[in-house]
């Protein structure tokens, strides 16, 4: 039989090349708290994603939930159902109210023309999300934003390193939040980061994710330790050395896929953005497809032969977030509110895509879409 393709693999460096680093942690004897790998990481990370002010954290859903109540939003907040679950529970963390709104066809992100629409005397804030690492209509938004004075904070758990020449997609809202879980472009084990406009934020959003401390004995928020730790911080910074390589691999494969699924009928390739902004870097996070009607079987159809030939892809994202119990009692969960989402949802595929994925292997999964 052959061997199992997933979805994702996590990129790790060569083992060796960690142990200097974890001697240093057993030479300092400081292990977390803002110790001088975590302080190397935020400068490095600053650099290589060309942003000015980072928040190092143990998570993004930890990231989205400080982020929050960084910008103290609260009453209803705007965002898409179309995500990983965290988007929206960072919201019920902070006791806000999630009012879901469509995403867009083409990008499967929040849709700003419906946006409007949605908004009350209680809505604070838009809670949007770079999904696949595919940028959102930042500037429709953002007039949005302007116009109705809402805060906005992008969950680009999927944007690292995504950019076009005007910089980084990080730079846009109040607050952006990356995620370094296992799974992603970029990993720590388990890790994340606030992307800050200015070094007051920082300095707020570090006391937040340490219980809300300002000094030996005054505590001036309910913060939440939120803070990364030495080792996750260290291989950080040995992932970095690689990262660049991980993602010259990530779009050689995408570019594979593009070129090899063109022209199969009922499988369409999702774009990065409906028009491709002057100097786009992708970061080839996901490789979704969208299978209809002229495919001649369906989605769960296509999942369950790639699964029965050892290929797991992802039905990223399926369930909505607005279907799950939790969500699904209000109002803007209806689907009759939220067409686009649920056709995506029950149409959606993200095909294996990882540095480590063998080109014979990209092959099998290939030839079993097109039915080879
Ligand atoms: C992975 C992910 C998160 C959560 O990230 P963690 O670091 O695992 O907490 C949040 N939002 C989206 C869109 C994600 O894909």
């Given amino acids: ?30 292990l977390t708290n803002g110790g001088p790998f975590h302080q190397q990481l935020e400068q490095a990370l600053c650099e290589y994603l060309a942003v000015d002010h980072l928040a190092l954290v143990t998570n993004a859903t930890i990231g989205l ?25 960072s919201l019920l963390w902070n006791g806000i109210t999630p009012v879901f709104v469509d995403i867009d066809p083409k ?3 929040l849709d700003p023309a419906k946006i409007e629409a949605a908004i009350t005397p209680r809505t604070t804030a838009i809670l949007a999300v770079h999904c696949y690492g595919h940028p959102c209509d930042v500037k429709a938004i953002h007039d949005i934003a302007d116009r ?9 758990a999927h944007a690292f390193g995504v950019s076009n020449a005007q910089g980084s997609v990080l730079r846009h809202g109040d607050l952006s939040v990356l995620s370094f879980h296992a799974t992603k472009v970029f990993n720590t084990f388990e890790g994340g980061a606030i992307i800050c406009p200015d070094a007051k934020t920082k300095t707020h959003i570090d006391r937040l994710k340490n219980f809300g401390f300002t000094d030996e004995v005054t505590v001036v928020a309910p913060g939440i330790n939120g803070k990364m730790s030495e080792i996750n911080s260290a291989f950080g910074l040995l992932q970095l050395k690689y ?22 009928p009922g499988i369409h390739c ?22 209809s009607a002229e495919y001649g079987a369906s989605r769960d159809a296509l999942y369950q032969k790639l699964r029965d030939n050892n290929v797991f892809s992802r039905r990223y994202f399926y369930p909505l977030i607005s279907d799950f119990p939790m969500y699904r009692g209000l109002p ?3 689907r009759a509110n939220l067409p686009v989402a649920a056709h995506a949802a029950d149409r959606v595929l993200c095909l294996p895509i990882y540095p480590a994925l063998a080109a014979a292997d990209q092959q099998r999964v290939i030839d079993l879409v097109r039915g080879d």
């Fill in 148 to 156: 109705f004075n809402l805060r906005v904070i992008y969950d680009a």
């Fill in 332 to 334: 803007s969960a209806s």
């Fill in 65 to 89: 939930v400080t982020a929050l109540q960084a910008l103290r939003i609260s009453g209803e907040v705007i965002t898409t159902p179309y995500s990983f679950v965290a988007t929206a529970h």
């Fill in 107 to 109: 990008t499967l992100n």
């Fill in 1 to 30: 039989m052959s061997n199992n393709i997933y979805v994702t693999q996590p990129a790790l460096p060569p083992l060796d090349e960690f142990t200097p680093y974890l001697k240093q942690i057993w030479e300092n004897k400081i």
């Fill in 243 to 264: 990262v660049d390589r991980a993602l010259a691999r990530r779009s050689e494969i995408d570019r594979v896929y593009r070129d090899q699924l063109a022209g199969v």
């Fill in 270 to 291: 999702l774009e990065p953005a409906s028009s491709k902004p002057e100097g786009y870097n992708s970061n080839c996070s996901y490789f979704p497809v969208l299978v």
